[in-house]
């Protein structure tokens, strides 16, 4: 199991990829509801898992990282279907998912 040390700096580029995807969705015209939505509750259960971070408790970390990861593949699917998003929307977005994906594959 990883330190706490290097679980908070991975799940740092977890929240930075998020922000992004946040100001990407803020730039984004006429961004589906469903995108908009995932991205919000993308960036609020990030917050949620930062504020529980110091009561550590590692099932409860993978079912909050598995939460999120379904979020970032619910994002990523919607980008697959808009063919109008912008490059940098569809790079956030594929950002998130990737860093959700490698945080949760190196805790299992």
């Known amino acids: 199991m990883w330190q706490e040390y290097e679980l908070r700096q991975r799940f740092n580029r977890v929240e930075r990829a998020i922000g992004e995807a946040a100001q990407a969705c803020s730039a984004e015209r ?8 995932c991205i919000q509750k993308l960036d609020r259960q990030a917050d949620a898992v930062q504020q529980n971070a110091t009561r550590y408790d590692p099932a409860q970390l993978r079912k909050q990282l598995a ?42």
């Open 30 to 37: 006429d961004l589906p509801g469903e995108l908009r939505d």
């Open 67 to 108: 939460d999120l990861q379904a979020l970032g593949e619910r994002a990523r699917r919607v980008c697959a279907n808009m063919p109008t998003l912008t490059p940098q929307m569809r790079s956030a977005v594929q950002h998130v998912h990737d860093e959700l994906a490698e945080l949760r594959q190196d805790l299992h």
